[in-house]
């Protein structure tokens, strides 16, 4: 049966939108949030870890509502954007005493992956305080780091899932957009990477790159039951130069083209950002070319 819509990778039948609506007659009371989360069930449309791919299927319903192919109870909260009410991380206060010495001296590090744990909100509430770019909830899968030195907290890193379509990164690696679609989820963006600003000890940033990689793809499997083979980064070239990643064995690809993912103009409406990758295994085009099921 041909597909009326693709979204996400998924072709969606007019079969498909028969059940939809179904769905939406069966439960004339529900909220869009409700009936996301019910459709996820019926398809078992679920994540590596078994949590429900709700957010993914709102947009689906929409992305169909908008065709004119189904229709959607009224929203019960006029609000554009669900992250846009998020409560901002409280403030945590710590000792800002200026550590400024060798890295020699403070080794071993401790890197604790805080995601779910009680350390998460200290995390999130440095980045809220110390990062130029704040604190923005990261949506799907994600893990958070904090670094100590001497039992004190010196850096943070925010990894999360991978853009979509990136054209210098799709390039380098060779994929092809259905090929890509099913496998973004093994690769890892760096979206916060944070050393306080009193801390000031020379290689500190490049040292923390080498060991993240080391680790970085064991953790995604302990917590998503997936690895992941290649991670990135952006960075802002008004701001940074990215030495540091330089320093750590990183690629540079190439810059964005500075438009978003919605873009309709084809002019850049935001800052340009160096791309920066880095493969966590030889083996890394064949893993992520690789056709699965």
């Known amino acids: 049966m041909d597909a009326l819509l693709r979204y996400r990778g998924k072709d969606i039948t007019q079969e498909d939108v028969v059940s939809i609506r179904g769905l939406i007659a069966q ?28 957010m993914v299927c709102r947009g689906l319903m929409l992305a169909l509502e908008r065709a004119g ?5 009224a929203k019960r ?3 554009l954007n669900p992250l ?5 991380p409280a403030r945590v206060y710590i000792d800002p005493y200026p550590i400024e010495v060798s890295l020699s001296s403070i080794v071993p590090l401790e ?8 350390l998460e909100k200290l995390c999130n509430s440095l980045i809220e305080q110390y990062h ?25 890193m925010i990894y999360s899932s991978a853009p979509r379509h990136i054209g210098c990164r799709d390039r380098f690696i060779g994929w092809p957009a259905r090929i890509r679609r099913q496998n973004l989820h093994l690769m890892a963006d760096q979206t916060r990477f944070l050393i306080l600003p009193w801390v000031k000890v020379p290689h500190l940033a490049s040292h923390l790159l080498g060991r993240m990689a080391k680790r970085l793809s064991a953790d995604w499997q302990r917590l998503y039951q997936h690895p992941v083979y290649y991670q ?7 701001r940074f130069k990215g030495t540091c990643y330089k320093a750590a064995n990183w690629i540079y690809l190439g810059q964005t083209t500075g438009r978003g993912k919605n873009d309709q103009t084809h002019k850049p409406n935001r800052s ?22």
């Open 27 to 54: 439960h004339p009371g529900d909220s869009r949030w409700n009936l996301s989360r019910r459709l996820c069930q019926v398809w078992n449309w679920r994540q590596a870890n078994g949590a429900l791919r709700d």
């Open 69 to 73: 192919y189904i229709d959607l109870p």
């Open 77 to 79: 909260r006029n609000c």
């Open 84 to 88: 846009a009410r998020r409560e901002k």
């Open 111 to 118: 890197i604790r992956q805080v995601r779910r744990s009680p």
């Open 132 to 156: 130029y770019l704040a604190y923005s909830q990261p949506v799907g899968e994600h893990l958070k780091y904090l670094v100590f030195a001497h039992q004190r907290p010196i850096a943070c």
């Open 232 to 238: 990135e980064t952006f960075v802002d070239v008004e």
């Open 272 to 293: 340009i950002k160096a791309v920066w990758g880095d493969p966590l295994c030889r083996d890394f085009r064949d893993r992520l070319c690789e056709a699965r099921g």
